[in-house]
């Protein structure tokens, strides 16, 4: 797996900052046709993806990423961690069950498609429902 490391001085990065970095990084390297961030690490908080139990906390991130096909981790101000795959590399199988949508007010939501459908004439299919969709928050967004 290749590593970088961007090194950025003149303001305090967040994470959502820091991972837009490391995704243009990832977009301009040339071994990696559709990058797929499949690791994360925010050194900053402590928070990382996936978790796996039963594993070392602060390295069992990295371990996924290396074992899911992770050609390209990229390190920000030694801060953040990302650890890209190439979704090039992988077969499609069809289109994804699940879809995003977002409510009259901007909240983002994730739902199965077929649930969306009803056959009551004033079932609006482009409102998320609680029967066909799942709230996503600022921490689950950052998963899908």
């Given at each position: 797996m290749k590593t970088a490391h961007i090194n950025y001085t003149g303001m305090d990065l967040d994470y959502e900052t820091?991972?837009?970095m490391a995704v243009m990084f990832a977009e301009k390297d040339g071994d990696i046709s559709e990058p797929v961030m499949v690791a994360w690490n925010d050194s900053k908080?402590?928070?990382?993806?996936?978790?796996?139990?039963?594993?070392?906390?602060?390295?069992?991130?990295?371990?996924?990423g290396i074992s899911h096909s992770g050609k390209l981790e990229v390190n920000v101000n030694d801060e953040y961690d990302f650890?890209?795959?190439?979704?090039?590399?992988?077969?499609?199988?069809g289109p994804s069950p699940y879809i995003n949508m977002h409510d009259l007010n901007g909240k983002e939501y994730l739902c199965l498609a077929s649930a969306l459908r009803n056959p009551h004439p004033l079932h609006n299919p482009h409102n998320p429902s609680k029967e066909a969709c799942v709230p996503l928050d600022e921490w689950t967004s950052k998963l899908t």
């Open positions: 820091a991972r837009s908080t402590s928070m990382r993806s996936p978790v796996l139990e039963d594993c070392a906390v602060e390295t069992s991130w990295r371990d996924y650890i890209f795959a190439d979704s090039g590399d992988f077969d499609m199988y």
